[in-house]
Nanobody
Framework: QVQLVESGGGLVQPGGSLRLSCAAS????????IAWFRQVPGKEREGVSC????????MSSDSVKGRFTMSRDKAKRTVYLQMNSLKPEDTAVYYC???????????????????WGQGTQVTVSS
């Protein structure tokens, strides 16, 4: 069973930056995409950003566009979420997830993502 492991969460002041990592325990067979979701208590899980492992194309939600950037290192089986200009409303548990059925990102429907990490807490507060 392939596992996804997130890291890099923590406490940061508003306007600061963090970089999250999502590492896969084994190689998935391409093509597939990896997305970042976030969730706060009492709310639905929200898709944030997604990357195609094959061609590196990305998509982001309007709430983070221009502030968050995804990248991938195929050799390390790792994707990254660079988060800049963080706001208190970015506070959440962040999860990475893999969709093995598509070549490029097609959206953030939770049901399409077969593998999930355990989550990492990001807190933006002064």
């Amino acid at each position: 069973q392939v596992q996804l492991v997130e890291s890099g969460g923590g406490l940061v002041q508003p306007g600061g930056s963090l970089r999250l990592s999502c590492a896969a325990s084994e190689f998935f067979r391409e093509p597939y995409t990896i997305a970042w979701f976030r969730q706060v208590p009492g709310k639905e899980r929200e898709g944030v950003s997604c990357i195609s492992i094959s061609d590196g194309s990305t998509m982001s939600s309007d709430s983070v566009k221009g502030r968050f950037t995804m990248s991938r290192d195929k050799a390390k089986r790792t994707v990254y979420l660079q988060m800049n200009s963080l706001k208190p409303e970015d506070t959440a548990v962040y999860y990475c997830a893999a969709d093995l059925s598509v070549f490029v990102c097609s959206g953030f429907a939770v049901i399409n993502y077969e593998y999930w990490g355990q989550g990492t807490q990001v807190t933006v507060s002064s």
